[in-house]
């Protein structure tokens, strides 16, 4: 048996147990060895006429530094997975802090936001509680204005304006303040014509219905500054303060002209309120007949 012929079966061997993932024993080289060679047609005596262990020896050198040369292969690859397990670990754990620090911001953020709205809503709230109270003061003050007024007798029930006698203490101070200040002062007198008839067809309820929404048309349209009266016989009576003759009568049939256009409705059946209207500027020698004497009533 030559050198060339052990050379190829042992690289067979070698090609068989690396296929196979075997170690390479003597024992097991020895049963290759001998398989192989009679494969090649020389007898188990022929094989026994070689130097095996040293074959095996050379054999095992070779599978050795072939096993080395896989194991520093094998080495190398765990040695680069390692190192990108390392890098794509460290790049998710960059990520995962970038996304703790997002969420913590966004929640700090959120809690001054949601603090900022919470300090909103009890400043809203105490604001609220600050008006009402306000509200609360206004009524018991106009509540324990009304009850003066009415003890004192100067209210009308029905519309809970001034009444004539209040006209009449009125009266007084705008003469004071014309002679004083040379401000005009200028009345208006209002008179529903048909109202007795309203009464007569409808009932007082309705009349009553009626007055009191004149009322409250006539005190929408006035200033804060004018002055509003509903005396016995029915008559509204305005005080304008800083205001002329002229514009008295302007304003007097702007009036006039709001109540005419106002529909009232009884069941299927609809009126409305004839309106009589005068006005005069108060002089400083006036008494208040003088000045109602000065009133002619008109359509």
Do not use: W
Request: proline share 1%.
């Amino acid at each position: 048996m030559k050198d060339k012929d052990i050379l190829e079966i042992q690289k067979e061997i070698t090609e068989f147990v690396n296929k196979k993932g075997i170690p390479l024993l003597p024992s097991t080289y020895k049963k290759l060895f001998i398989r192989n060679a009679k494969k090649k047609g020389f007898s188990e005596e022929d094989c026994l006429r070689v130097d095996k262990e040293l074959a095996f020896e050379e054999l095992a050198l070779k599978a050795s530094a072939m096993k080395d040369s896989k194991v520093k292969d094998i080495a190398s690859k765990i040695r680069d997975t390692k190192e990108n397990l390392i890098i794509n670990l460290d790049e998710e754990k960059k990520l995962l802090d970038d996304s703790i620090n997002n969420i913590k911001h966004d929640t700090d953020r959120g809690k001054a936001e949601l603090k900022n709205k919470v300090q909103k809503f009890i400043d809203r709230y105490a604001h609220l509680m600050h008006t009402i109270d306000n509200i609360k003061t206004n009524i018991n003050k106009m509540e324990d204005s009304i009850k003066h007024a009415s003890e004192m007798g100067i209210q009308d029930p029905l519309t809970l304006l001034g009444n004539c006698k209040y006209f009449e203490m009125s009266f007084e101070g705008e003469l004071y303040t014309l002679k004083r200040y040379k401000a005009p002062t200028s009345l208006i007198i209002l008179r529903m014509n048909n109202l007795g008839q309203i009464k007569e067809k409808y009932g007082t309820g309705v009349e009553r219905s009626v007055i009191k929404h004149i009322a409250a048309i006539i005190s929408d349209n006035v200033r804060s500054s004018d002055m509003l009266f509903r005396c016995e016989n029915g008559d509204f009576r305005i005080l304008l303060h800083n205001t002329d003759l002229e514009k008295c009568q302007i304003f007097a049939q702007k009036i006039k002209f709001i109540i005419g256009r106002i529909v009232f409705q009884k069941g299927n059946e609809r009126f409305k309120v004839n309106v009589l209207y005068g006005a005069a500027q108060i002089r400083e020698k006036d008494t208040i007949d003088s000045l109602l004497m000065r009133i002619n009533l008109k359509i």
